[in-house]
């Protein structure tokens, strides 16, 4: 359904599920060889609950690890970022969720429809910059 809503309200920029190679990994896809780059928001990102207290336990799968290697070198983390939620972006535990690059305002708007068709779990995490082309800053 999040799909059609996008769709509907136009002017998609790109837009990919997040699986394996967390939303880290994805949204550096969309930017690839592009002249453009991301500023992702470690304090908007939905969470789901119990995650942090699963994480303190030890539960953290393999591919955390080998995607923070092989992602962070294309990030800049600002000392701000919270630091559990930089963590999980890297985590490939992700199951198809969409991250979808839209103007602002037509974001907004999808922010709402989902939000009144009863979404949970969605947010506006960040925003496209003409500086940094093909990085992430994590803010």
């Known amino acids: 359904r999040a799909s059609e809503i996008a769709q509907d309200l136009g002017s998609v920029s790109a837009c990919t599920d ?3 190679f967390g939303l880290i990994g994805h949204a550096l896809e ?3 060889d ?3 780059g991301f500023i992702i928001d470690s304090h908007a990102l939905p969470i789901i609950d119990g995650t942090k207290e699963l994480a303190m336990e030890g539960f953290l799968p393999g591919g955390l690890y080998r995607n923070k290697k092989f992602y962070l070198p294309h990030t800049e983390i600002v000392a701000s970022a919270d630091e559990f ?3 999980c972006l890297f985590d490939p535990q992700t199951s198809g969720g969409l ?3 839209l103007p602002l305002k ?5 922010l709402r429809v989902l939000q009144d068709e ?3 779990g969605v947010a506006i995490v960040g925003s496209v910059t003409d500086n ?3 990085r992430i800053k994590i803010i």
């Open 85 to 87: 939620a930089v963590e």
């Open 99 to 101: 991250f979808i690059s």
């Open 30 to 32: 969309m930017i690839k």
């Open 106 to 110: 037509q974001a907004q708007e999808m």
């Open 18 to 20: 997040i699986t394996g």
């Open 132 to 134: 940094n082309a093909g």
């Open 118 to 120: 009863g979404f949970t």
């Open 34 to 36: 592009s002249e453009t």
